[in-house]
């Protein structure tokens, strides 16, 4: 199982990124995809968490009403649309791949992709 983060960059505040998430496995419809982020000297923080069957979501206070999780089960992708960006919302954004539920908790997270940058400038 891999996964494949995009979209990351370099963009001012108040403007808007889409990050992808592209997974390898051949069917995702029982998975739940989720967007973590770390900023330098930061744990890993939950960001949000799209159920790929059933599209129920959740959010981080932090990004709740900015952010936008969704997803496209024939694709085996998430997408995490980000508006109103912040210099706070600066880290490495990872997508993780969860067996059931959506969970905020790293650890029943059992797949990782590799972390996109996104630098938001004031």
């Known amino acids: 199982v891999q996964l494949q983060a995009s979209g990351g960059g370099l963009v001012q505040a108040g403007d808007s990124l889409t990050l992808s998430c592209a997974a390898s496995?051949?069917?995702?419809?029982?998975?739940?995809m989720g967007w973590f982020r770390q900023a330098p000297g930061k744990e890993r923080e939950f960001v949000s968490v799209?159920?790929?069957?059933?599209?129920?979501?959740d959010y981080a206070d932090s990004v709740k009403g900015r952010f936008t999780i969704s997803r496209d089960s024939a694709q085996n992708t998430a997408y995490l649309q980000m508006n109103s960006l912040k210099p706070e919302d600066t880290a490495v954004y990872y997508c993780?791949?969860?067996?059931?539920?959506?969970?905020?908790?790293?650890?029943?997270?059992?797949?990782w992709g590799q972390g996109t940058q996104v630098t938001v400038s004031s």
């Open positions: 799209v159920q790929m069957t059933t599209g129920s979501t």
């Open positions: 496995f051949r069917t995702v419809t029982n998975y739940a």
């Open positions: 993780a791949a969860a067996r059931f539920g959506l969970p905020r908790n790293i650890d029943d997270y059992a797949y």
